[in-house]
């Protein structure tokens, strides 16, 4: 696009003219493209349109169009999240090409960077500086600006989620204005925009805070359950970053403890968990389990005992805390107040096993993970106001074929809100406003903010309409865009 174009005040650009300068990064309808699924393939949508900008200015285009026509805009990363969170019938708006590394202050350290960028390509980007997030979740496909919207979260009592450490946000606004906020300015729209579900506008850039590139040293054993869960708050605050993946079937907990360490790298793993019998074996077995339940069972202690051996790691940081999500799931994740952490564990572990005592009982897959993190102050974090664990369960897809998930789904969602979980954003969950209202204290002030910088609504998708304003209707329940799958 010209310097002579982008100078042109908005407003004084044609309908037509606007197309025009549209077109070129348009998704052509008839480009696979043009429709929307997310990594899982669980939500799928066909949206009005499909823009894939590369400027700033682009973005101030699109948003000038949709002002115009009444159009939602929705913004998509890589579209890793396991809900229909990015999913919109209106524009939809692509920040995969919005992926630089703008600025780079190590003295300081902080980072400002384009909200597309993925976490793998900002990880080699800092290591080239000598940086490195302070913390990171288990995997690093998502963009930046994803994982800031949904507060998503590493694990560490002492960490906070991921958004704890960006330091402001520069926005496009629904009215096409450009701000700068952070906790000195413009705090409320900050503090909604940092777990804000992409409803508050949208991310531009961030800028976040990081340090020194580090080592992590890991080790990993596994305790038996009862074992485990008794050791709880000695085994969580003995690292930095502790989490455990649950083997119902086998009742044992596989333990990851990590802390910071200046000695040589060490890459290691389980050999049996990673080889071909690791991974293709598993995943046959998985898919035979759909037409005989019972052999879950077996898989799940036949996949705890492949990771059974002490293993002891030493790598970059951001290679200790990724991981292998290896088959595409079905998954929902709580986070619960710290403090019912065992009672929680111990409710969990009297259901699975009632139902694996159950001839025609539910059958998950494993393994169940549980990570930690401090409390915040944001105000729909799921850790707002409280120290957190975090407790996700899922349902392979072996092969990309359908499994039974949403009555496990219903029955573990049921005993975690018992705890008073709260719902990860990202991923699917059945709440409304009127629960939403009394689990997050600041929700309403939330809603303010939404009302002030975007009154006519035009960051809200269908997920945002129905879980912050409640609202009801065909086009509103948690189906609308599913992809099919088994009713139990």
Known sequence: MSTSTSALHLSSISIQQLYGLLQPITVPNTSPNAKFTNWSGTFTCSPLAVFEPETELQCELILELARREGRVVRAVGVGHSPSDLACTTGYML????LD?????????????????????????????????????????????????????????IKYGVISTHVMGLSLLLADGSRVFCSPQERPDLFTASICGLGSTGLILTVTLEVEPAFR??????????????????????????????????ADTMRVSSAD?????????GSWLW?????????????????????????????????VSTKVIAIDDSFRIFNMECRYPQHTTEWAIPYENTKSCLHDLHDWLMREFSDPNGLRPHFPIEVRFSDSDDIWLSPSNGQKTCWIGII?????????????????????????????HWAKAHHLRPETLRRLY????????????????????????????????????????????????
């Open 94 to 97: 692509r920040t995969t090409k």
């Open 100 to 156: 630089k590394l703008l600025e780079v202050h190590a003295d300081k350290r902080y980072i400002i960077a384009q909200a597309g960028i993925t976490l793998d390509a900002l990880h080699a980007e800092l290591t080239s500086h000598g940086l490195a997030m302070i913390n990171v979740g288990s995997i690093s496909d998502q963009t930046l600006g994803g994982i800031v919207t949904t507060a998503t979260h590493g694990t560490g």
């Open 216 to 249: 992590l040293k890991e080790v990993q054993q596994t305790f038996q359950f009862h074992e485990c869960v008794r050791s709880l708050d000695s085994l969580i605050t003995a690292s930095e970053h502790v989490r455990f993946w649950w083997f119902p079937a």
């Open 260 to 268: 910071r360490t200046v000695e040589p790298v060490k890459p290691a």
């Open 274 to 306: 990673h080889s071909l019998i690791g991974f293709h074996v598993v995943q046959f077995l998985l898919f035979v389990a759909r037409f005989i339940l019972p052999l879950n069972i077996f898989i799940g202690r036949f996949a705890s005992w492949l």
């Open 395 to 423: 349902q392979y897809k072996p092969y990309g074929f359908e499994v039974p998930y949403r009555l496990l789904f219903e029955r573990f969602e049921a005993i975690l809100c018992r705890h008073g979980g709260r719902p």
């Open 441 to 488: 204290p600041r929700f309403d002030d939330f809603t303010r903010v939404l009302g002030s910088v975007d009154p006519r609504g035009m960051f809200r998708n269908e997920y945002v309409e129905r879980h912050i304003f409640g609202k009801t209707g065909p086009g509103y329940h948690n189906r609308v865009f599913k992809r099919h799958a088994p009713s139990r």
